[in-house]
């Protein structure tokens, strides 16, 4: 695609900390906003735009707003998107272009004429009109210009008129030259070099005399433009005289000369753009403007800005812009735009307009200009004022400038600053005192007043050092509401002497709001609303919550940003997701008015949006990039426009091509297409701002896409099937382009194909019904598994059962076992200590008898002789005795289980008292602890133990306590064993 051509742009400065609205106050009563004028734009298209030879000699435009240029390469067109050129058959260049009313275009060139054409699939080509018409070997020279009247087609050389009517040429001679033509209510004159200005009767094709050379003294006459006048012509000369011309009259009348004496000029090209305004096309200085009277119409024109001085043709198109054909390049005035430019290349904040004087608020600084109702607007940079200006406000008839370097008082081209404080956002009347002013600045608010015509910072209110820059003052006398970008919102109240804060209230998200971020506050209606990124809210002061603001939340989307609302005259104007609109306040069901301005987004200052209503039909709009006037009257005027489909490209891995579009019927590609472009454009859109298109793909696309400004959509690797391709366009003004589409079909391959699927469909009933048996006879064989499975498993939940019966039994048994020897353990240590116990007693009644032996030997008195037997005698009635032993060997039988048993039956010949002795060696005694037990001497405990190891067969090295501790423990193994 060739590449588009450059929009109109300037340097843009991104200021994305700031959220609130400034407007300027205007005064309706003095000023007449409708004379304020802009400039129209010019928009230029350079060799690198359409890739060709920079040199235009003329320009037509087809029904549907396709534009072609003739030029020394041939005919290039442009349909508002791409440059397409096409060449004659003897690479002539191109002179004269016309279409009739059919919307065919003619061309003619170096001896050859004939029509532009599209073929099916959207490409140009050019088709020679001289072998139908037989002109073989023509010989005319460049046809310069080419006319329709009627069904005849006019063409002009110097040597001859060529008319072409049913097929047929008619040629007639010139008498000398045929210099330039021109049509008049359907009537074709033509000024020849000798002969004058004649009239060709297009019934008898002959002459007839209107006007001679003297008439108008022998000059060139290259165009006769309509007036207001039916009967008046104005006539331009190629050297720059002016004549009005009454044609019923046949008088000629010279108005002015355009060009002075000494002069080196010539006009060679011209143009009616309105009724009374004319573009005259000269040879090195650009275009005059001129009106009827043959004025030169001053100022409102930016044509210093054209590509090059010398306009070879000019040509108003369907739009009402005008084409300048240069000799380096192409220009398109586009005055049918309803956006014109007051300022540029400043960043525009605020704006005030007192009078004829308009002040401007920009990030340079501070513009002033007197000239506003003229069309000659210049502005001044007022001294003093230099760098970020925010507000302009009109306070007590003074002008005040809040800016970044501080407060300033500024009367047309002279500033005078107010106190030494910086970081002024704006100034707010107070209600209750209307002698008193709030600052708001960067860090809190001062008390402003006027005391004896001179503006003083009275002092700094205390208690709040925000910023406070988004401000308004309630129907609560002293209580204003501060809103913070990042901070949320404040309720202050003031003292009634302005001196401090004395009450503070912060909102953030405990009241209503989602986020503290992005909010403002305004008076809409009368009432206090707040902006935010989730709608439009109000406060609620009873239940203290900020709650949703219906009317306006029905209006304006929630779900995005709202910075801005302004009321004005009926209409309220809002931004919303960097988008300017507005609606009527009062209507009925109130309609979002949004397209035209929206060319502006993304170029407005964030928080600070510029918007001054004049009145209903006109409003300025302050940007990045300068200041607009936007005529409101433009969406009633502006015409439907139409999206084309320009061609469609399509690859697949035999061949590549284009597709016929020229038809209505259903295109078919074959399968394996791997790419398809579609190619596409809105012509009736030319000239106004970038175009934007939004496409969908019916059966493959769910959604409509974005808008966006790529002309074309390619698809890869779709399906086989029916598609339908629907695309629509529209400009930044609002202007829509009707939907194009296009139906086409991508063929399938054999086994993509209706009978194809009917083939996989009984198929898969074939496999289907098989499966079902494969499944049935399955099923019947898993049923009798899972039966055998059943058996197997409930033979193995039985084994189960009775291993775990076996488990239970044996962990009661281990439990039983384990109380056994707990059991065991606890009597073991009740036989020790009365083991003990014994052997204790046994000591102390042995130590008691000896005892009472030795006193009854020292006693010589008979009766404590006979006293002392007595006691002897008790002593051995409760001696430990054999009853003592057998509660010894019956307690030492529990503990040590038929230890006695085991000890009978291996050795029979142990007597009583051995086994005995055996007891207490088992229990670990000693000789000593045994002898008193068995009333021997240790030395006859040591003859008994002797006499039981050889009883008991022991080897001399073994150990008799060892010997019984093992009887003790395999007598309890076979027990547990059993």
């Known amino acids: ?66 534009t072609y240029f003739g030029n020394n390469d041939g005919v290039l067109i442009y349909d508002g998107e791409e440059w397409h050129q096409i060449t004659l058959p003897n690479s002539s260049s191109v002179r004269s272009l016309t279409t009739d009313s059919l919307g065919n275009v003619y061309a003619g060139g170096f001896n050859e004429f004939g029509l532009v054409k599209k073929d099916e699939t959207g490409q140009y080509y050019y088709e020679s009109s001289l072998d139908s018409l037989r002109l073989y070997g023509l010989d005319v020279g460049n046809l310069w210009q080419a006319t329709i009247i009627g069904n005849k087609l006019i063409y002009r050389s110097f040597n001859e008129l060529v008319v072409v009517e049913n097929n047929k040429a008619t040629r007639l001679p010139s008498p000398s030259a045929f210099i330039y033509a021109y049509v008049y209510n359907n009537q074709y004159l033509v000024q020849d070099q000798h002969s004058g200005i004649q009239r060709l009767n297009l019934e008898t094709m002959t002459f ?11 000059e060139e006459i290259i165009s006769m433009l309509p007036t207001s006048q039916p009967d008046e012509l104005l006539a331009t000369s190629k050297t720059g005289t002016l004549f009005r011309v009454n044609m019923k009259k046949k008088t000629v009348k010279i108005l002015r000369e355009l060009f002075e004496e000494k002069e080196i000029n010539q006009i060679i090209s011209t143009t009616q753009v309105s009724q009374n305004l004319y573009y005259l096309g000269t040879l090195s200085s650009g275009i005059i403007a001129v009106n009827q009277d043959g004025a030169t119409v ?82 001044t940079k007022v001294k003093g004022l230099e760098g970020q200006a925010w507000t302009l406000q009109v306070l007590k008839g003074d002008i005040l400038v809040g800016m970044d370097k501080g407060l300033f008082q500024v009367n047309k081209l002279e500033s005078k600053r107010i106190g030494n404080t910086g970081g002024i956002w704006k100034v707010i009347p107070i209600k209750s005192n209307p002698d008193l002013f709030i600052v708001s600045y960067y860090s809190g608010m001062q008390l402003l007043a006027k005391e004896n015509g001179e503006w003083k910072i009275l002092r700094h209110i205390q208690g709040f050092d925000e910023s406070t820059r988004d401000i308004l003052e309630t129907d609560t006398p002293g209580t204003f509401w501060v809103c913070h970008g990042y901070r949320g919102v404040f309720r202050l109240m003031i003292d009634k002497e302005f001196t401090r804060v004395t009450s503070l209230e912060h909102f953030t998200t405990q009241n209503g709001f989602k986020s503290p971020y992005n909010i403002n506050v305004f008076e809409w209606q009368g009432e206090e609303v707040f902006t935010s990124n989730d709608g439009v809210f109000s406060y609620n002061a009873k239940n203290n919550l900020f709650e949703p603001f219906q009317p306006l939340n029905a209006l304006l989307d929630s779900t995005v940003n709202t910075r801005t609302l302004l009321e004005y005259e009926g209409k309220t104007w809002f931004v919303q997701d960097d988008e300017i609109g507005y609606f009527e306040t009062n209507a009925k069901n109130p309609k979002l008015e949004k397209g035209i301005f929206l060319q502006f987004k993304g170029t407005l200052n964030k928080g600070m949006e510029c918007i001054i209503p004049l009145n209903n039909n006109q409003v300025l709009i302050g940007s990045k990039t300068g200041l607009y006037l936007v005529d409101l009257t433009y969406s009633n005027n502006r015409k439907a426009a139409s999206t084309i489909i320009t061609s469609v490209n399509y690859t697949s891995k035999e061949d590549q091509g284009w597709l016929p579009i020229s038809n209505s019927a259903s295109l078919t590609l074959p399968n394996g297409t791997s790419s398809l472009r579609f190619n596409f454009a809105s012509p009736g859109i030319e000239g106004e701002t970038d175009i934007q298109y939004a496409y969908k793909l019916v059966n493959a696309d769910k959604e409509w896409s974005d808008w966006q400004l ?81 058996q197997k498993a409930k033979k193995l939940l039985e084994l189960e059962l009775e291993q775990f019966k076996l488990k239970a039994e044996k962990e009661k048994i281990s439990q039983d076992k384990q109380l056994l020897e707990e059991d065991v353990l606890y009597k073991s240590k009740e036989l020790a200590n009365y083991t003990m116990l014994l052997v204790k007693k046994k000591e102390i009644f042995s130590e008691i008898q000896e005892d009472i032996k030795d006193v009854r030997r020292m006693v010589r008195n008979e009766m404590s002789r006979r006293k002392l037997q007595k006691m002897f005698t008790k002593l051995n009635q409760h001696a430990i005795d054999e009853e003592y032993l057998q509660v010894f060997e019956t307690n030492f039988e529990k503990v040590h289980h038929q230890f006695f048993d085991v000890l009978k039956k291996r050795f029979p010949e142990l007597s009583q008292r051995e086994l005995r002795l055996c007891a207490f060696i088992k229990m670990n005694l000693s000789n000593k ?37 093992n009887i003790g423990s395999e007598h309890t193994s076979e027990v547990s064993q059993s």
């Open 710 to 790: 790529t002309p074309f959509k390619e698809y890869s690797h779709l399906r086989p099937g029916r598609y339908e391709f629907e695309v629509k366009s529209r400009s930044l003004l609002g202007t829509e382009g009707q939907t194009a589409s296009i139906v086409f079909q991508i063929l399938p391959l054999w086994y993509q194909t209706i009978w194809a699927v009917i083939g996989y469909i009984l198929a898969a009933i074939l496999v289907i019904v098989f499966l079902i048996r494969m499944v049935k006879k399955r099923i019947a064989l898993e049923n009798i598994k899972a039966l055998e499975t059943e």
């Open 929 to 965: 602890e045994i002898s008193p037990l068995l009333n021997i001497s240790v030395r006859g405990v040591e003859t008994a133990r002797y006499r039981i190891r050889k009883k008991l067969n022991m080897e001399h090295d073994l150990n008799l306590n060892q010997f019984l501790e």
């Open 208 to 218: 007839e005399q209107e006007f001679s050379n003297a008439q108008f003294r022998y």
């Open 1 to 66: 695609m060739m590449k588009r051509a450059p929009r109109l742009s300037l340097v843009l400065l991104w200021l994305t900390s700031l959220h609130t609205l400034v407007f300027a106050q205007t005064n309706t009563s003095e000023t007449p906003f409708s004379s304020i004028k802009g400039l129209p734009g010019i928009i230029h298209y350079n060799r690198e735009s359409f890739n060709a030879d920079p040199q235009f000699w003329t320009v037509t435009e087809d029904k549907a707003g396709i």
């Open 298 to 379: 001053q100022g409102g024109h930016n044509f210093d800005e054209l590509q090059d001085n010398s306009v070879l043709n000019l040509y108003k198109n369907q739009h009402g812009n005008v084409w300048a054909l240069l000799n380096n390049g192409l220009d398109l005035i586009t005055h049918s735009s309803p956006v014109t430019t007051i300022f540029k290349d400043a960043s525009i904040y605020d704006v005030l307009i007192q009078g004829n004087d308009i002040y401007l608020a920009t990030n340079q600084g501070v513009f002033y200009t007197s000239t506003l109702n003229t069309s000659n607007q210049s502005f």
